[in-house]
């Protein structure tokens, strides 16, 4: 079994959701992303939509995920994986 963790980040500012699998981190992530509209919350579909943009478009200030084995790890989560 893996030690490994996920976590939805926006890049440069901080993590939204950590999860022991990439669909536990989106999850975790989606209740704290905002809408256009500003409101917070938004479905799991739109959270992953989000990270594949952010994958495929990499840049300051968007929506990706990161692994725990990331060097950038410690930069946005804590110590005890939250």
Not at 19 to 34: I, M, N, R, S
């Amino acid at each position: 079994m893996s030690n490994k963790k996920y976590a939805v980040i926006q890049d440069g500012y901080g993590a939204f959701g950590v999860g022991d699998t990439p669909d536990a981190a989106v999850t975790a992530a989606a209740e704290w992303l905002c809408d256009e509209n500003g409101f917070q919350g938004i479905s799991v579909a739109s959270a992953r939509a989000l990270v594949d943009e952010g994958r495929s478009n990499p840049h300051h200030g968007c929506i990706t995920m990161i692994d725990s084995d990331d060097e950038e790890w410690g930069d946005y989560v804590e110590e005890d994986g939250k």
